[in-house]
């Protein structure tokens, strides 16, 4: 049965990276029949550079009827001038809301041959595995009212955060199933002792651990929670929260690996459909030099093979593949330590050392 996934290369290094993880996807598409056909988009600045919109209608369309989605990056200096709405991230944030990808998974795991590379000692973090559930659709970036006036001559802007408890519900039961499927360990992270919605969060949360008894549930406040990240980072198993509070900590655990070039994201429905992406932007310093390290949108393609088309065997392919080239010294110079056995490439040479682990599994 054929399976349709949309391309959105995005701005920045997206292109670059994006081609390598279709290199990849061409070759498991074959080796496992996988049946997979590829329908591409102009995405976010590119978008606005062709039709005057980040995201447009044919293109929202194409995602809706795909299976899954697979990201490079998006956004640009040259795009901070142009109307907040028209802006690369609000296409983004659109594509998510229109498809409702409430969850966001961003695993932090560290190959244990980079160790050296993350910026905390080694017996920190070797062998860190953690998951981070970020609620996507909801809190204080669509929260309404949002704007800007002016009170008594002075500019003021607001935001708000708002949750209900449909929205907490359903992502919590999300973290809990994750946690079933791990090690039984879920951190929900909030601010309760300050926020009302987290009041509300951290209430609803406690209803819903009542379905799960297996599971041991935990409470932190995010403040804490930053700071035991980068304390004691393999305490967690899995971190539930907030869309706001959920960006700035899945970020601090990407560095905890060594770097943010190694991280992939899935950001799913309620029936598993997903969007794919690395978590890293568009790297416009290093656009188009051929340097941009392709193995987290390799791995996010590994993602959507795993949870979205359940083709596991072609996704186990993948990422023991990845590990292979990480375990051979071959480095991207994000990765990249200064050790003799290293051998430091760019990003289509990357890409070629992935399919050539591929071809020998």
Not at 150 to 155: E, H, L, N, S, Y
Not at 167 to 173: K, V
Not at 324 to 344: F, H, L, P, Y
């Amino acid at each position: 049965m054929t399976k349709k996934i949309v391309v959105l290369p995005g701005d920045g290094i997206g292109p670059e990276i994006m081609n390598e993880a279709s290199r990849v996807l061409d070759v498991v598409n074959q080796s496992h029949k996988l049946g997979i056909e590829v329908d591409t988009h102009a995405f976010g600045g590119a978008s606005y550079d062709i039709d005057g919109k980040p995201l447009t209608e044919t293109a929202l369309a194409a995602c809706r009827e795909a299976d899954a989605i697979l990201m490079g990056s998006i956004g640009g200096p040259q795009y901070d001038t142009a109307p907040r709405e028209l802006r690369p991230e609000r296409g983004l944030l659109r594509l998510r809301s229109e498809l409702d990808l409430f969850s966001n998974l961003r695993p932090a795991m560290l190959f244990p041959e980079l160790a050296s590379a993350s910026s905390l000692k080694s017996e920190l973090v070797a062998g860190l595995d953690l998951m981070i559930l970020r609620e996507l659709t909801g809190g204080i970036y669509f929260g309404q009212p949002r704007g800007e006036e002016t009170v008594d001559g002075k500019r003021m802007s607001f935001n708000t955060m708002v949750y209900n408890e449909d929205e907490i519900e359903r992502i919590a039961r999300s973290g809990f199933e994750i946690a079933r499927s791990r090690n039984k360990r879920l951190c929900s992270v909030d601010k309760a002792n300050v926020l009302e919605v987290s009041e509300l969060w951290r209430a609803v949360v406690i209803e819903v651990s009542k379905d799960y008894p297996d599971i041991e549930l935990s409470h932190m406040y995010v403040d804490n929670a930053a700071m035991q990240l980068v304390r004691e980072p393999k305490q967690f198993d899995v971190i539930v929260t907030s869309n706001l509070f959920g960006d700035i900590l899945s970020d601090a655990a990407a560095m905890l690996t060594g770097s943010i070039g190694m991280l992939p994201s899935a950001s799913l429905d309620k029936n598993g459909k997903g969007l794919y992406e690395p978590v890293h932007g568009s790297a416009p310093d290093i656009a188009g030099q051929g340097v941009a390290n392709p193995l987290a949108t390799i791995l996010s393609l590994s993602m959507m093979l795993r949870y979205t088309l359940k083709e596991a065997a072609a996704a186990d392919a993948i990422d023991k593949a990845v590990s292979a080239v990480i375990s051979g010294g071959t480095r991207c110079r994000d990765i990249a330590s200064g050790q003799a056995n290293e051998t430091v490439v760019g990003t289509v040479e990357m890409g070629d050392a992935v399919i050539a682990a591929l071809g020998n599994a």
